[in-house]
């Protein structure tokens, strides 16, 4: 049985019932901890500062397939419209830049990375966080951003194909994590760095940093 990890969904973009407030892509500061809680899939890990988590703070999994790692769902602002409510003045090809770093959060996470359809060509439901009753329009996948952000889809695949190809991404124990996953020092308190280190998981790879 898995858990949707909210601590990570608005670690990565900010609060959902809080439209303007960002989160780690998007310009907030004290963020970066709750992004290593969700890449260690919710587990302990001792590397990780649980007490600065944004609402859980403990390890909640016993084993990374009990965490669901997302940024968005059904519910709420797609994340595209989200990262257009708390960053606005700036720039298109920016705020592109925030989705595609959410993505590689995601898919390069230990647990389960779970995405939108859509998400990879930057869904939008126009702002409308409770489209539950919202006509077609709002819902309905629009097939022409894939073909206007063709870059962020291939972008996604690119990262799902790494995921595939190298099981490091993928171990399936707690134990294994703290192993061989390594948080590296950065030079600023805001950015998260890590390490796949020896053959994580029987990887071909020896470190993936």
């Known amino acids: 049985i898995a858990v949707f990890n909210d601590d990570l969904r608005d670690g990565i973009k900010g609060a959902v019932f809080d439209a303007p407030e960002p989160g780690f892509v998007n310009g907030s500061a004290g963020d970066a901890e709750t992004v290593k809680a969700g890449i260690v899939a919710a587990?302990?890990?001792p590397q990780v500062g649980y007490d600065?988590?944004?609402?859980?703070q403990h390890p909640w999994a016993a084993e990374p397939s009990q965490s669901v790692n997302y940024a968005e769902a059904h519910d709420n602002l797609t994340l595209?419209?989200?990262?257009?409510a708390t960053s606005a003045h700036e720039s298109e090809e920016e705020r592109i830049k925030m989705h595609k770093?959410?993505?590689a959060i995601l898919l390069t996470s230990q647990g389960i990375p779970f995405l939108q359809a859509g998400m990879d060509f930057l869904r939008t439901k126009f702002g409308d966080a409770n489209s539950y009753r919202s006509p077609d329009y709002v819902n309905a996948i629009d097939w022409e951003r894939k073909a206007r952000y063709l870059s962020v889809f291939e972008y996604t695949r690119g990262l799902i194909r790494l995921r595939k190809?190298?099981?490091a991404f993928r171990m399936g124990s707690a134990e294994a994590?703290?192993?061989?996953?390594?948080f590296l020092g950065v030079p600023h308190e805001e950015m998260v760095g890590f390490a796949l280190v020896d053959h994580a998981n029987g990887d071909p790879w020896k470190d993936v940093v």
């Open 43 to 45: 587990t302990f890990h």
């Open 80 to 84: 595209w419209d989200k990262l257009e």
């Open 52 to 56: 600065r988590v944004r609402y859980t």
């Open 177 to 182: 994590i703290q192993k061989h996953l390594r």
């Open 101 to 103: 770093m959410s993505l």
């Open 165 to 167: 190809d190298h099981p």
